[in-house]
């Protein structure tokens, strides 16, 4: 087992390292110079080449690139072009926002599609099985902006029940923190609990047709016991691997979501260092979403083998 | 999935998909030639009227006939997901056809782990990466869209292509002289091609959900084109007084990417000969 999550480390780890290089050349290879477009058209050549100096940008780019992932080891993304403060703190700050919306999105949509799943796929042909085939079909195809936009009209213009957007922040409170980003999750939650709902449904069938499911059954247990006690806990592994790869579209997803709720997380970070051509930041962020999906993955796959010890062999 | 209706009721849903995106095929097409209103042309004495019977699905904020603007805008969607599941395919199957002709070698492993590392990135990341360095355009839409699409091919074509390569008709191939270029090209690939199309509508129906996520958050059509991700994206301010500019270009998107993945199911279950004799 051990040497199984060394080797996935070691993957992990080269992955990361390729993505930086990934990341480091595509915006090293962006026209211009930060520093002459931070101070303007009409800044002296001596002020910028201070500012350069400052930024880090006089030594040779191999030296670049190690200082940025030898600073990010450290927990140190550089300093802003635009705001000319250091990038950690403003990623840590958009994270307590991203990070709790993503988890918020990922477990209404475990808690819609679990149930969702399982009715179907115990009541197979049956109305409520075609209600949950159907709505999922839509859920699918529904974009989460569109739906997003819907339940403002509904909720925050209509109804009134929730703001339309903006985040109140932490210190107002857990519930009014959580209320703030009710809408946003559900928006992100809903095309997600559609795939999870179907993906429980046909793992489950499957799982209800092995052999010791009826031989559970034959031993005197009811369909409710085999359920409980045999077929959910072996269907559940292709669910785990939607679920952890749901979470880095959740976080991705969420890029768009924060922009349509006005909430300071991640996904306004890097559209505004966009707009603003603030490079180090996109760069930044881009890693973390990156290092997220990596870790994810990773952590799946090491709770996959310790469910089931063939897959430690491969 | 593994539910089995009557076949009836499958070719129903089949047809059903395979109707909504005709109608959008068609929309795209004929607006190359027709639509009721010039959207080009601003009308600002009509702005923002309801759906009406000049006006089917109403005006929006410049005056412009919002049902003229989803034929234009069907384009782009359709041509920009096209494109980028062809990009997919032109480089994903052919790469995953070679990694499973020479399973374990070194070429296999390098392949994987690109594959592994373009997974990392999720389409939006991609696409802010190469607007952050080219900009903003439909091109780059196809290209961030592409990218992604490029794994999902390769991995599909190799896991395919590697069973095949136990079969006995490809020891026969090989027994005869064919060379492994040629056994991927002649024998394997004709084989894999059902998984394909029906993967190949999947990545279809998602690229045109990409295109219109882009769009709306202004990294992928630019002005004046006009695109169904961007129609929602300039509704959003208006939506309390103005709600039809954004319900009908979202429910354009939504039927054709319901369509889209209606058809690529029932398109699976008729490649599937299990199903179909069980349907029987």
Do not use: C
């Not at chain 2, 709600?243 to 008729?270: E, S």
Request: hydrophobic share 55%; proline share 5%.
């Amino acid at each position: 087992m051990l040497r199984f999550a060394l080797r996935r480390l070691l993957s992990l780890a080269l992955t990361l390292v390729a993505a930086s290089l990934i990341i480091f050349v595509a915006i090293e290879i962006v026209p211009g110079d930060p520093a002459s477009y931070m101070l303007g058209l009409n800044a002296q050549p001596e002020t910028v080449a201070a500012l350069r100096e400052e930024l880090g940008l006089n030594v040779s780019k191999p030296q670049r690139y190690f200082n940025w992932v030898g600073g990010m080891l450290r927990g140190d993304f550089g300093t802003s072009y635009t705001y000319r403060t250091e990038v950690t703190p403003m990623i840590a700050d958009r994270l307590l926002i991203s990070l709790p919306l993503a988890l918020y999105a990922l477990l209404l949509s475990t808690l819609i599609a679990f149930p969702a799943g399982v009715i179907a796929a115990t009541r197979r042909g049956s109305g409520a099985d075609l209600a949950v085939m159907g709505s999922t079909q839509i859920g699918i195809a529904l974009p989460n902006f569109w739906f997003a936009m819907l339940l403002v009209s509904l909720f925050a213009i209509k109804l009134r029940w929730f703001a339309s957007g903006g985040f109140p922040g932490w210190d107002t409170g857990l519930f009014a923190g959580l209320k703030a980003l009710t809408l946003p999750a559900i928006a992100l939650a809903l095309p997600q609990a559609s795939i999870l709902a179907r993906v429980m449904r046909s793992s489950l069938l499957d799982t209800l047709g092995e052999d010791f499911i009826r031989t559970a059954r034959a031993k005197g247990l009811t369909a409710r016991q085999a359920l409980w006690r045999h077929a959910l806990r072996n269907a559940l592994i292709p669910v785990l691997t939607i679920i952890g790869l749901q979470f880095s579209f959740l976080l991705a997803g969420a890029v768009i979501i924060e922009n349509i709720f006005y909430l300071p997380g991640l996904g306004r970070l890097i559209f505004q260092s966009l707009t603003q051509r603030d490079l180090i930041v996109v760069e930044s962020v881009v890693m973390l979403l990156v290092f997220a999906v990596v870790l994810v993955t990773f952590l799946v796959d090491v709770a996959y083998a310790i469910v089931d010890p063939r897959l430690r062999r491969k | 999935m593994s539910a089995r209706p009557s076949g009836v009721m499958r070719y129903r849903h089949m047809i059903t998909g395979g109707l909504l995106v005709l109608t959008a095929i068609v929309a795209a097409v004929v607006s190359f030639y027709w639509t009721p209103f010039d959207v080009t042309q601003l009308d600002i004495a009509n702005k923002l009227k309801k759906p009406s019977a000049e006006h089917w699905f109403g005006t929006d904020h410049f005056g412009r006939d919002i049902f003229s603007m989803i034929m234009v805008g069907a384009r782009t969607s359709i041509s920009v997901a096209i494109v980028a599941v062809g990009i997919g395919m032109a480089f994903g199957v052919p790469l995953g056809l070679a990694a499973a002709s020479r399973r374990d070698s070194l070429l296999d492993e390098t392949l994987m782990r690109i594959n592994d590392l373009i997974f990392a990135f999720p389409a939006l990341v991609i696409a802010i990466l190469i607007t952050a360095v080219y900009g903003a355009s439909a091109i780059n839409a196809i290209i961030a869209i592409g990218i992604f699409n490029i794994p999902v091919f390769a991995r599909l074509t190799r896991g395919a292509a590697l069973s095949l390569w136990e079969r006995d008709f490809i020891l026969a191939a090989r027994v005869a002289g064919k060379s492994k270029f040629r056994i991927s090209f002649e024998h394997i690939l004709p084989n894999v091609l059902n998984l394909l199309i029906v993967q190949g509508t999947i990545q279809f129906s998602l690229g045109i959900l990409a295109e219109a996520a882009l769009s709306f958050v202004g990294l992928g059509a630019q002005p004046p084109l006009p695109s169904w991700g961007r129609m929602l994206s300039d509704s959003q301010t208006m939506i309390s007084f103005a709600p039809h500019l954004a319900i009908f270009p979202g429910l354009a998107i939504v039927l054709t990417v319901l369509g889209l993945n209606l058809f690529g199911d029932g398109l699976r279950d008729y490649f599937d000969p299990r199903i179909r004799r069980d349907s029987r």
